[in-house]
């Protein structure tokens, strides 16, 4: 693949195919003067004295993606963020060729030239490409820095082949593009060049090669191979739902979790977690039987500090009966919620009318987590602490005289304050009486 500078190689490359083409055709000859090819933007061609000298300028006026290759690869992340691959950034060149001079005709004769050669070369060939990167004999330091760096571009290593096409302009278009360019029109000719592969070289993560396809049969000797199963259900362990415990829609310490889905059955039975943001990567052993359609597990309220308040993956490894190899389903979504584990049922404000408690919780708030109480309807920040912590002073100036319904917030994740197993809900006995 190529890299950054193939934009600017492709330029170059179309410039010398002119340059080496006029030559070739002794245009100088023809038209009694000397032909240049710049590769300049068309307000800076005409020199400040209005002298204007016979030459050819190739202008780069639009880049766009190419359709037919940037949905070819992969995506470049994985689910967890990690970069999995460098999936080219694939564009098509867009360039203006016009012949701009002095004298009478001398325009057309190059523009006609320089359309013929490029009709003649559709395709820019990898001998093309090292011709002009890399002229030989070397010329060493007596290119310019810019054109010495086009040599590592990559341009004629791309797996594509670079074609170049005529493209059609109406009178509307060409007028936009030379009246954007605030320069007067000169006899111009638009052509595309597609496809150019620009790809990072930044590491990626590869996977293993396969060692085998299943165990060899130990009398044949031979692989299974695919294994086919007459069903839309896929015969690898899978979860379909997260279940917190009394209907709540996140889980506490402490509580058993439910994961439904299918083929959760086999031996090893572990639940895997991760919280990239706080550097949580734990594994969780299973409770309960072994079961199709369902697997158990609790996160331990004594590792209030492992497992802070957010969001998780899960999911579950395990070894699949008659198999050998663990096996790891995919990853859905867990959310871990505070849980008030001390609360005053109520408190006496003072003469200032200020109302000061302590709350305790599980699990610990981490450095850098957001926490607050709300407080019926208002939110309330704690007093300064320390993290980790697992209890928090509050005080509250010109507090309201009520029973309060109260919960706690931790990175905006509330503690479950709803009794989501009655019928219809009601509020959870979780109050704080301030009088």
């Given amino acids: 693949m190529s890299n950054a500078l193939a934009i600017a190689g492709v330029t170059a490359v179309l410039r010398d195919l002119l340059n080496d083409g006029l030559i070739n055709h002794n245009i100088s000859g023809v038209i009694g003067s000397t032909v240049s090819v710049s590769t300049l933007p068309p307000d800076r061609v005409v020199s400040g004295d209005g002298t204007e000298a016979s030459q050819l300028n190739l202008f780069l006026h639009n880049v766009t993606p190419n359709s037919g290759w940037r949905n070819e690869d992969l995506p470049a992340r994985d689910g967890a ?130 060692l085998t396809r299943g165990a060899p049969d130990p009398v044949s000797g031979r692989e299974p191979g695919v294994r086919v199963e007459p069903s839309l259900v896929p015969p690898l362990p899978t979860l379909e739902a997260v279940v917190p415990a009394g209907g709540q829609p996140a889980v506490r310490l402490g509580e058993t979790i439910v994961l439904n889905g299918h083929h959760l059955d086999g031996t090893v039975r572990e639940v895997h977690l991760v919280n990239e943001l706080r550097e949580v990567d734990e594994t969780l052993a299973a409770t309960g039987t072994s079961a199709a359609a369902q697997l158990t597990f609790e996160i331990p309220a004594a590792r209030l500090a492992d497992f802070p308040v957010g969001v998780y993956r899960v999911s579950v490894r395990l070894i699949p009966s008659g198999e050998s190899e663990v096996r790891e389903s995919n990853q859905l979504a867990l959310v871990l919620a505070p849980d008030l584990t001390g609360l005053p049922t109520s408190v006496v404000r003072d003469g200032n009318d200020v109302a000061s408690f302590t709350l305790d919780f599980l699990p610990e708030v981490q450095a850098g987590q957001s926490v607050a109480l709300v407080l019926g309807q208002q939110e309330v920040a704690p007093q300064s602490f320390t993290a980790p912590v697992s209890s928090l002073d509050f005080v509250i100036e010109d507090a309201p005289v009520d029973n309060h319904l109260v919960r706690l917030r931790v990175d905006g994740i509330d503690s479950p304050i709803i009794d989501r197993a009655a019928s219809p809900p009601v509020f959870l006995d979780q109050r704080i009486d301030i009088s």
């Fill in 81 to 210: 963020g990690r970069r999995s691959g460098n999936p080219p950034l694939a564009l098509n060149l867009h360039y203006l060729l016009s012949a701009y001079s002095g004298a009478d005709l001398h325009g057309e004769i190059l523009l006609g030239y320089a359309m013929q050669l490029l009709h003649e070369h559709p395709i820019l060939t990898r001998q093309d490409i090292e011709a002009a990167l890399n002229p030989s004999p070397d010329v060493g330091n007596t290119l310019p820095p810019a054109l010495r760096a086009l040599a590592d571009s990559g341009l004629a290593d791309q797996i594509e082949h670079i074609r170049l096409t005529q493209e059609f302009l109406n009178s509307e278009e060409m007028s936009k593009l030379w009246t954007a360019a605030q320069s007067s029109y000169r006899p111009t000719a638009a052509y595309q060049v597609s496809v150019i592969l620009i790809e990072s070289d930044l590491p990626t993560r590869a996977a293993l090669p396969v």
